[in-house]
């Protein structure tokens, strides 16, 4: 089957989704701080939903199913990346560059699945990936734009 190593890569894009989802609600819960911050990761749940549909309709469409294990073990490895927040001084900016760290991997991810559709012309399966990368894409740069303000408040009210 040409698009085997697709499918798989989906199921995988639909944990890494479902992990997004834990990891957000969980570092806006550990972010209260950071009001406006844990708010928007709040409200980033709403997307990271409309990509877990978007995937879930894609691999039904080729036939497949989602992987249960990736899923759940997705899910366990975001709540291990929550709770190991419990275990260090300066939380919020570790809880950020985790966001910054899984967010490039699912800008990564995704770029990798919009080659392979490519390679295989496999037009729809591009297409909705084109969409997620936007949306990762789009994720990463907010992400990445939090690093420095998270970083100056937590130093400035370590200082204080």
């Not at 978007?54 to 989602?66: A, M, Q, R, W």
């Not at 919009?114 to 969409?131: F, G, L, N, Q, R």
């Amino acid at each position: 089957m040409q698009n085997e190593h697709i499918c798989d890569w989906l199921r995988d894009a639909h944990a890494m989704e479902q992990q997004a989802e834990k990891l957000f609600v969980g570092q806006s819960e550990r972010l209260k701080d950071y009001p406006e911050l844990s708010l928007k990761l709040k409200e980033e749940v709403t997307f990271i939903n409309a990509n877990q549909a978007l995937l879930s309709g894609l691999i039904k469409v080729l036939g497949t199913s989602t992987s249960v294990i990736k899923d759940s073990f997705a899910k366990f490895m975001a709540f291990e990346q929550n709770m190991s927040g419990m275990l260090v001084t300066d939380e919020p900016v570790k809880g950020i560059l985790a966001l910054h760290t899984f967010t490039q991997m699912a800008v990564g991810s995704y770029k990798i699945l919009v080659a392979a559709a490519d390679a295989i012309a496999e037009e729809d399966v591009k297409k909705t990936c084109e969409t997620l990368l936007f949306s990762s894409e789009r994720r990463a740069a907010w992400i990445e734009k939090e690093l420095d303000g998270v970083s100056r408040a937590f130093v400035t009210a370590k200082a204080a």
